[in-house]
């Protein structure tokens, strides 16, 4: 069973650093690709960046060149690291997986960039 867990938000001033972490307690997403979303007040939940299994990554253009995504297998545990953060990046930021076709989220993570 897949059990998602977010952690690591939190409010950092505009062009600071921040990384959030989703980790799996029922340890099956490690041979699962895994995805970030974020959900801004008002807005669609919208996509944010992929890595598979083995730690191919992917990212929106929005956050290219800022974020990066990777994973510890061994720990079930996925990362982004956000780098020169800006105020449209404010939102809840969800970590998401399918599995035996059925999609997994959890429960979100608030990420607030303001001065």
């Known amino acids: 069973q897949v059990q998602l867990v977010e952690s690591g938000g939190g409010w950092v001033q505009p062009g600071g650093s921040l990384r959030v972490s989703c980790t799996d307690s029922?340890?099956?997403?490690?041979?699962?690709?895994m995805y970030w979303y974020r959900q801004a007040p008002g807005k669609q939940r919208e996509w944010v960046a992929s890595?598979?299994?083995?730690?191919?990554?992917t990212y929106a253009d929005s956050v290219k060149d800022r974020f990066t995504v990777s994973r510890e297998n061994a720990k079930s545990t996925m990362f982004l690291t956000m780098n020169n953060l800006r105020p449209e990046d404010t939102a809840v930021y969800y970590c998401?997986?399918?599995?035996?076709?059925?999609?997994?989220w959890g429960q979100g993570t608030q990420v607030t960039v303001s001065s």
């Open positions: 029922g340890s099956v997403s490690s041979f699962l690709p």
């Open positions: 998401n997986t399918v599995y035996r076709s059925a999609t997994y």
């Open positions: 890595v598979t299994a083995i730690g191919t990554a």
